[in-house]
């Protein structure tokens, strides 16, 4: 059976150089956030732009060896059948990369609510003691995934719209379909909001988060 520890006696307490201890950490693991983050959205970008360019280098290729006429190319029905084919291929790959963007911004909100829930160990603590309080959120529910209008949304629904115009051009040339503009729009644009439902969705919009149990009874200091 395990006992229960006993109170920490007021003279074995933290002082405050402790707590200014876990701001340091504090800021090392925000910077240690950001930039992992930002070192996962370069990846898949770079794999999504090599994705993307392989009907090009395809293309390219084709025409050098004399495969495909270069002619061929400028007219919608005398694309070859095939190349329509690696349009939509490399598109449907290129969902991979988006949807790991999208991991990437819940891993990043994850980390950055976990550190905000770890501020409020010490930063009422030093705003007692030291009249001193660090300029970052502490609202564990902070920052929302859900953001379209930041670099990382932005990034994101940038992807979906191309992936959508490969999608379509490539489907529509495989069924034979005629060049029609307004067919074409309206096929990306529902294509992009299937990319778009889903970073809705999976980035748990629908499903707000309670906030956590505060043992320590620290004020929840939103900002």
């Not at 059976?1 to 933290?14: N, V, Y």
């Not at 949304?153 to 034979?176: D, E, F, P, Q, R």
């Not at 074409?184 to 919009?205: D, E, K, P, Q, W």
Request: proline share 8%; with cysteine.
């Amino acid at each position: 059976m395990r006992k229960t520890p006993p109170r920490m006696a007021p003279e074995s307490r933290l002082e405050s150089n402790h707590f200014l201890q876990l701001a340091a950490i504090d800021f090392n693991g925000v910077y240690a956030v950001h930039l992992a983050a930002k070192e996962e959205r370069l990846k898949m970008t770079r794999l999504a732009m090599s994705l993307l360019s392989g009907p090009f280098l395809a293309a390219i290729a084709l025409t050098s060896a004399k495969v495909v006429d270069p002619q061929d190319l400028t007219e919608w029905h005398r694309v070859p059948w095939y190349l329509f084919a690696l349009v939509a291929a490399f598109g449907l790959l290129s969902v991979l990369p988006f949807l790991r963007l999208i991991e990437a911004v819940n891993a990043h909100a994850r980390t950055a609510r976990a550190i905000n829930n770890f501020r409020l160990l010490y930063a009422g603590r030093l705003k007692d003691e030291l009249n001193w309080s660090p300029n970052l959120p502490v609202d564990p529910r902070f920052p929302e995934t859900y953001a379209p209008l930041a670099w990382p949304g932005i990034n994101v629904m940038m992807l979906a719209i191309v992936n959508s115009t490969y999608l379509t051009v490539g489907v529509s040339g495989l069924g034979g379909q005629d060049p029609n503009l307004l067919i074409l729009l309206s096929g990306i644009t529902l294509v992009a909001l299937i990319h778009y439902s889903v970073y809705y969705v999976r980035c748990n919009v629908s499903r707000r988060r309670r906030l956590p149990n505060n043992p320590y009874e620290f004020p929840n200091m939103e900002t």
